[in-house]
């Protein structure tokens, strides 16, 4: 097992743990959180699993940089929403 | 349903999870293609001497341009949504000499540094995104500090949102009064008109992040946050 192999199982575990994370917590902060975190497991398989086969591969990394900055603007966009909701009345934790 | 069941449907569907990627990954099929010794074999017309910024700006820019469309539509939502006093909510904070003497100090240097990212970004790690994460970086900083930049120039915040989308359409469609594909650049002009274009998307990036940031809706909350979680 190579070390890029290593990485996309790391993100697998991530993910899995952030889908059990999304699941089972009630606050809509934390959900926000754990499907943040998920991203960032997929943005690791992303880069390791081409790694493992044909060395360091720029294609996935741009695509994933680019990923990164449409995840960063969606979680700024979501705590947007999720702020006017809560002073709109709505309970965050229902 | 009660708090263990829910638990443990979680952990089901977690493992089922886990399984499926940890096998999907350890079976993962052979590529057909090299996409490393591809990019490395065109990286010589691309204008750009480093792999990363030539796949994002020119081999795959069309993935690029519909980031930056999506960024512009995430702001737009969020201009949207913001609140008329959520401008003056902060304005009267940070008193602090401590704070302002280090923001004056840190902010010409951030700018700096963004520059530096862009301009390194032709050759080595770098370009657009990181040079706007730190404009945007710099932009939270002088919030926080006190000085209210966005609420001074409402129009060409605007203007400056929509900026770097609209150049690189303008220069995608340019290129084809000249019977060449969407998103083409003219022969012995990529470097150049990538780098104009990286220049503007890392304004309009920055001033996006610092936007959703700046006008996102105060957090006193009416009824007080409770967390029974």
Redesign the interface.
Known sequence: MTID?WY??V???I???S??AF?????LM?KLLAFNIMGSGVFL?MVG??QH???????????V??G???A???T??A???L??Y??A?G???P | MSRSLRIAAAGIVAFGTLYALILAVLNAPQMQVNLPQQVALNLEQSGIDHPITAVLLNFRSYDTLLEVAVLLVAVVTGLALRERDALTAHTEQARDPMLHALTRRLLPLLLITSVYILWSGSYAPGGAFQAGALVAAAGVIARLAGYDIASRADVLLRLGLALGFILFLTVAVSAMFGGRPFLNYPEGWAGSLIFLIEAVLTFSIGLTLISLFVHAPGDSSPRGGDDDD
């Open positions: 192999l996309a199982i993100g697998s575990i993910v899995a743990l889908v059990f699941l089972t917590s009630r606050h934390k398989i699993l081409p086969q044909h060395g360091v591969d720029p294609v996935p990394q741009a695509l940089l680019t990164i900055v449409v960063v603007s969606a700024a966009l705590l947007v929403i702020r006017r809560v002073r009345g309970n965050p934790a």
